[in-house]
């Protein structure tokens, strides 16, 4: 556990029992009353403000009172902000706000408003609390179909992220460039204030249902806070850095139209940077990125394929340091926190699988899945290397190419075909659209041999390791649980076409072209059909769910108007992920992490590919981790 440089001492904490709670009076404060009632550990505080302000005669209160909530403004964004052990606690005028407007009491007090979004650091104990406050956007930004935008109802009924806003919070470790992404959910207070509006506005004969839509209404136009604990695991310093994407539910284009991504940045109060350090260690000390990487490869071998972690750079590895599992074109390697990758080769995964899975592998996904696979039948030699490929060969390439019409192209892609029947020869062959496959769309990937694996079939056979010593991969193409499917999705798993060999393992990639095409509920829907038929097909066989890609900083402006946002793939992914789990105790195979944790000018780079296709050096990442964590502590196979 880490402790911050700005931590400082924890207020007195104080019980109810020791307040003297405000007379009659108090009555003529309903605010006051509503703060000591909801949040009794802010009693003391609120009773204190509120002595103070009667005290006064009653034409200096309103000036008393505007300088009370100046004065501690300006406390709560000092660089020596109160900390309390309380996880609800918050600067007063904020708390005060929150109140006022979520139980719809006017403040003739105050007057206290939010008119930019920022975030709030504070400590308590050794946990960094982070929460983001995000204004009610102005009335001029409302669109028409402001209404149509909304949370999905799970999301909306339990209080929890995506809400209404879409956020994008890191912080960024300064020395090794990794960067943390923060899941920030609904502040704690806004259940409580919920559930006292209703108790507020409660009728004999209203239905529950009419409060929900009241004050659904009421919510979408409120200030929204977002907290989380952050334990920063590696020493040194730490900026954060916060974007606001979409307000009042509009990165859910379910039923209106597609919003552009302009993000806000977000100011950071009152420090927007924090020194992570052991407690053990007494003053701050110098950690170096040597340090960091000499103790993440000192950590025993991964089991699971859903660590959170961060991306390191490769240059620190000392040499008698174990060699990490692969680097991305950046150099860097990822490491979860609580263990570390090594390499291994698709022969031995072949090896270890067939000990475990002699029946074989079924893959159910999309083009994701398709590039996985040719990093798995071609040995990783599939684009190894792609972006340290010469220029100046491929701008040649480029060149003829538009010299060509259509037909001669297609021809001469035709006429480069790899004539090698084994995948592992793939090779290079000078052409700038092979490249691109390595990066983005490799649907029609010049050089590739269609024998290996058909791009444009459903079903494909290939071999994982060696066919002595490997086992057999039956791969299915989905396109998601969508309408696109031809034939349908289920077609594969049910009905005279169906499939009539199962293997010992089977993998679901989906997330991607549901969030795209596809609302909640028709998901939803989907999916329960989905684990039936997984239920009854694979009982008693091992379960991967594969997360979907990591989508950010753009829509889909095409004529495909793909619903994509990245608040509607993490969506997604919930409802699959929970139910994968719950369902069948599936291995979860996480490949979002790893591109959530990517710094924000990486995470840019992704916009040049509109498929949001993980690029060959990150895809080769990803298969090593599901292979360490089906791998490791394999007590049948040495390797």
């Not at 207020?11 to 605010?31: E, G, K, S």
């Not at 900026?239 to 039923?255: R, S, T, V």
Request: hydrophobic letters at 35%; proline letters at 7%; charged letters at 25%.
């Amino acid at each position: 556990m880490r402790s911050f440089k700005h931590e400082i001492a924890p207020a007195q904490t104080i019980t109810t029992d020791q307040i003297d709670m405000p007379n009659d009076d108090f009555l003529d404060y309903p605010i006051e009353a509503a703060m000591v009632e909801l949040f009794p550990s802010r009693a003391a505080e609120v009773t204190d403000v509120l002595e103070k302000y009667k005290s006064f005669p009653s034409f200096i209160r309103p000036l008393w009172a505007w300088w009370h909530t100046r004065q501690s403004w300006k406390q709560a964004l000092s660089a020596t902000p109160r900390v309390s052990d309380d996880e609800a606690e918050l600067p007063l005028p904020i708390l005060r706000h929150m109140v006022s407007t979520g139980l719809n009491i006017p403040d003739t007090i105050s007057h206290y408003s939010i008119d930019k979004p920022f975030l709030y650091l504070s400590t308590s104990g050794n946990d960094l609390c982070v929460r983001a406050i995000i204004p009610a956007p102005p009335a001029t930004t409302v669109s028409p179909s402001h209404y149509f935008y909304q949370p999905a109802y799970t999301q909306q009924y339990e209080l929890s992220s995506p809400w209404w806003d879409s956020l994008m919070v890191s912080a960024q470790h300064i020395d090794t460039d990794a960067s943390i992404p923060l899941h920030m959910e609904p502040w704690s207070g806004h259940k409580i204030l919920r559930e006292e509006w209703y108790k507020r506005t409660e009728l004999p004969n209203k239905p529950r249902f009419k409060q929900d839509a009241e004050y659904m209404m009421r919510e979408r136009k409120s200030v929204h806070i977002y907290e989380a604990k952050v334990n920063l695991i590696d020493p040194g310093r730490y900026i954060f850095d916060a974007k606001l994407e979409y307000q009042d539910g509009q990165w859910n284009f379910e039923k209106g139209p597609i919003i552009p991504y302009k993000p806000q940045d977000m100011a950071v109060y009152p420090f927007k940077s924090v020194v992570a350090q052991d407690p053990s260690e007494g003053a701050e000390q110098d950690h170096s990125i040597q340090d960091i990487v000499r103790n993440h490869m000192s950590l025993p071998l991964c089991t699971q394929a859903d660590l959170p972690g961060r991306w390191l750079p490769a240059d620190a590895l000392d040499q008698d340091l174990p060699q990490p599992a692969a680097l991305d074109r950046h150099g860097k390697f990822w490491a979860p926190f609580s263990c570390r990758l090594r390499r291994i080769s698709y022969e031995d995964y072949g090896t270890c699988l067939a000990s475990k899975y002699p029946n074989g592998m079924d893959t159910f996904g999309d083009s994701n899945m398709r590039r996985s696979i040719k990093k798995i039948i071609t040995h990783g030699r599939w684009c190894d290397d792609w972006h340290l490929v010469d220029v100046a060969t491929l701008q040649q390439s480029k060149e003829k190419d538009a010299e060509r019409n259509e037909e001669e192209q297609l021809k001469y892609e035709e006429s480069i075909i790899n004539p090698s029947t084994n995948p592992v020869n793939w090779d290079y062959n000078g052409e700038e659209k092979q490249l691109r496959s390595c990066y983005c769309e490799d649907f029609h990937e010049p050089g590739w041999n269609p024998e290996w694996l058909n791009a444009k079939e459903r079903k494909n056979k290939v071999w994982v390791g060696n066919q002595t010593t490997g086992i057999r991969l039956r791969s299915y193409k989905f396109d998601g649980l969508t309408y696109l499917n031809e034939p349908s999705w289920d077609s594969i798993l049910t009905g005279p076409n169906a499939t009539r060999v199962y293997g010992d393992i089977a993998i679901f990639s989906l997330g991607n072209w549901d969030a795209a095409y596809m609302t909640a509920r028709q998901f939803n829907k989907e999916l329960d059909w989905l684990i039936k038929l997984i239920r009854e097909r694979y009982s008693g066989k091992q379960i991967i769910y594969r997360t979907p890609q990591y989508y950010c900083c753009r829509v889909d402006t095409t004529d495909r108007q793909r619903l994509l946002s990245g608040s509607r793939v993490q969506l997604f992914n919930q409802l699959a992920r929970e139910k994968f789990v719950k369902e069948f105790q599936a291995i979860v195979w996480d490949t979002m992490i790893m591109g959530e944790s990517r710094t924000w000018d990486e995470k840019i780079e992704t916009k040049d590919c509109p498929s949001n296709h993980a690029s060959a050096d990150v895809v080769e990442v990803e298969n090593q981790v599901l292979m360490n964590a089906l791998c490791n502590g394999n007590e049948n196979v040495h390797f």
